[in-house]
């Protein structure tokens, strides 16, 4: 059974550009979330989508947004870059109805 | 604000010593998760605590739900560099904050052979 798969692995983006990141989520899953990891604030948590529709978002500027497909898969877009963005981002899929994620491997985003 | 306090941040000890990573929060959580992530990867589920008082057991790691469900704690038994990485715990909420996971900032545990 394929994991969660995202990306690209690495991005390395210039001050002002935008970026997508993609996830396939696991045959199956339903629910699809966006974090981001970075070393002075841990994982926080920017949004989730279940059926194409947006359940949940975190405290992250409007610059940061996503969206889910009709197949599950997800995509999040950061517009404007700041040099703050630089990140890990991780998506996470689960079935929808119970607390129980599988993480992929992540994109790691460098702003220059 | 960070809901969930991990303690201690870094942690190195020397192969087959006991350890413990505590998990502490003044909310209650509806479920609590562990994960270990290593460099490069994103984070593992190791074990989901959803009772009061729980306590699982994974091998050498012994996770508890505290009896109130705002605290948890995860025991490793005779340590082995095979453990190292960083050990996050997760809480999830039921009702209108439900679908996300509130993490603590982890503890980097490296286990020296």
């Known amino acids: 059974k394929a994991g969660v798969t995202q990306t690209p692995r690495y991005l390395i983006k210039t001050r002002g550009q935008q970026v997508t990141l993609s996830c396939s989520p696991i045959s199956g899953h339903r629910s699809v979330s966006w974090y981001q990891q970075t070393p002075g604030q841990g994982l926080q948590f920017l949004f989730e989508y279940f059926s194409e529709t947006q359940r949940n978002k975190g405290n992250f500027p409007g610059r940061f947004s996503g969206r889910q497909f009709s197949n599950s898969r997800s995509e999040m877009n950061v517009s404007t870059l700041e040099l703050g963005d630089s990140a890990l981002y991780l998506c996470?899929?689960?079935?929808?109805?119970?607390?129980?994620?599988?993480f992929g491997s992540g994109t790691r985003l460098t702003v220059v | 604000t960070q809901l969930l306090e991990q303690s201690p941040q870094f942690l190195s000890i020397q192969e087959g010593e006991n350890l413990t990573v505590y998990c502490n929060s003044s909310s209650v959580f509806s479920s609590l998760q562990w994960y270990r992530q290593e460099p490069g990867e994103g984070p593992v589920l190791l074990v989901t605590v959803v009772t009061g008082g729980e306590v699982k057991k994974l091998k050498r790691l012994t996770f508890q739900f505290g009896d109130a469900r705002k605290d948890s704690s995860l025991h490793i038994t005779a340590a082995q560099p095979g453990d190292t990485g960083l050990y996050l715990c997760?809480?999830?909420?039921?009702?209108?904050?439900?679908?996300?996971?509130?993490f603590g900032k982890g503890t980097l545990l490296t286990v020296n052979p």
């Open positions: 997760a809480g999830s909420k039921s009702g209108g904050s439900n679908y996300k996971l509130t």
């Open positions: 996470a899929s689960s079935k929808g109805q119970e607390a129980r994620y599988t």
